[in-house]
């Protein structure tokens, strides 16, 4: 799947920018109600607003319909530094902009790339942020929901208790409860999760994916996927993320085992996936 970026921008400087970074990728739309059509396209990861259309009318109700959208792509406002728009960005902020684009201090290309690559992981750990307050019991989903916080930035055993107020025997427990060893291969488990999110919903490659989560290299990555999957990286990406989090974060219900790190009741994928611990 191609990622696609959306763009409300008359300025032809401004729209020159993102097109130097972004090149055949940028759709621009020309009205607001275009550009809610076009967002719902599947593939679109981003889309750009000024603070203001051509007609002075706000953005506030179109990025609030983005966000409410199935695809609830991330919306990031390309503005100045003039006190006119600095008052508008608390209102679109408020209505679900993710994000500002502040011309001549953060357009140049490189910046806008790595924005894209911020987009796409913030949304995979939104997805997985779902997926886990679908799966996991009440009891360990706040370790959980902070491992995935920090899914590129891991916090040691003690910060984590601190963060969570408990002690690490209660940390411990917690973290057996999703089949775990420890916290430290549950956060592998859940840095795994965010991989196959974003390998499954964007174009990038298993070495930017492996780059973003802080993968020592894409053969970790990939090695690291298949020990807890038992498929290769795009295999086990095709299949949807809450049925690898049941798998790999639930707890065994009554009469399932983990013996060895592994769970007597596979995932059904068409072949025998054994998720461990």
Not at 17 to 36: E, F, K, M, P
Not at 128 to 155: G, S
Not at 226 to 238: D, E, K, L, V
Request: hydrophobic share 45%.
């Amino acid at each position: 799947m191609h990622s696609s970026i959306l763009a409300l921008i008359e300025d032809p400087s401004r729209l020159a920018r993102l097109r130097a970074a972004w090149g055949s990728a940028l759709q621009a739309c020309a009205t607001q109600v275009d550009l809610v059509v076009a967002s719902r396209a599947t593939g679109v990861e981003l889309v750009v607003v000024p603070t203001r259309d051509r007609h002075g009318q706000s953005l506030v109700t179109t990025v609030a319909a983005i966000r409410a959208s199935r695809q609830n792509a991330a919306v990031h406002v390309y503005a100045d530094r003039s006190a006119d728009s600095m008052r508008e960005l608390m209102a679109l902020a408020s209505a679900g902009a993710r994000g500002v684009i502040v011309r001549d201090v953060d357009d140049d290309p490189a910046s806008l790339r790595q924005l894209l690559v911020r987009g796409s992981l913030a949304r995979a750990i939104e997805t997985m942020t779902l997926a886990v307050q679908q799966v996991v019991p009440l009891r360990q989903r706040p370790l959980v929901l902070l491992c995935i916080e920090h899914v590129n930035t891991p916090l040691a055993a003690n910060a984590f208790a601190r963060r969570l107020g408990v002690s690490r025997r209660t940390l411990s427990g917690w973290a057996a409860r999703t089949g775990s060893k420890g916290v430290r291969p549950l956060m592998s488990k859940c840095r795994v999760l965010v991989a196959l999110e974003l390998l499954r919903h964007s174009d990038r490659s298993i070495e930017q994916v492996a780059h973003s989560l802080r993968f020592s290299s894409s053969a970790h990555l990939h090695n690291t996927i298949r020990r807890y999957t038992g498929a290769n990286p795009r295999a086990a990406a095709a299949h949807g993320i809450e049925a690898w989090c049941r798998s790999l974060l639930a707890s065994p219900p009554p009469g399932v085992l983990r013996r060895a790190g592994r769970s007597t009741k596979a995932l059904p994928l068409g072949e025998t996936i054994a998720p461990r611990a």
